[in-house]
């Protein structure tokens, strides 16, 4: 039996990806950081399949570079030191399209996502991904700027047309310290 207890925003995405990644499969790790996510997409893509892997700060590049030598999985990736927002002029389709809200783990806590950067990356990721492609979020917030940030994308994902995306919100609601939000954005049929 399945139960929420011992999970978390983070684990639920990757049981997603899980179920809906494929060998052969082209994704976007919007928000590199450390490169554990970039792993876990480049073994559920494969050998045939490609990660695309941004970040504005070059030790997150660094580190997922590291991470993916060290597993053997770095041809499958290519790393861009860049915004997010400017992922349509680095990749021409995916299939998926990620995102780690927020700030860089063990890093400058005075570097992290903002609306701003966020909500037109989003915009370009739903114009990237193919017909029944996803976008998932993992929305860390709190903090300096993490509330503002939190409320505008919220804001905004309930402004997309239901005819073309399906958006859905799944938070730990009574648990302390503003847990992360786990959105996904499916592009429908």
Known sequence: MTTYYDQNALKLCHAFWRERLRPGMTCVDATAGRGRDAEVLCRLIGDTGHLYAFDIQADAIEST????????????????????RKMAKHVPAADAVVFNLGYLPHGDHAIGTTAAESIPAVEAALRLIAEDGF???????GGDSGYAEHDALLEYLARLD???????????YNRPNCPPVFIVIEKNR
């Open 65 to 84: 570079r590291q991470r993916l030598t060290e597993a053997g999985l770095m041809e499958r990736a290519t790393l861009i030191h860049a915004s997010h």
């Open 135 to 141: 976008v998932t979020i993992c929305l860390y917030y």
């Open 162 to 172: 239901a005819k073309k995306y399906t958006v859905m919100v799944q938070q730990f």
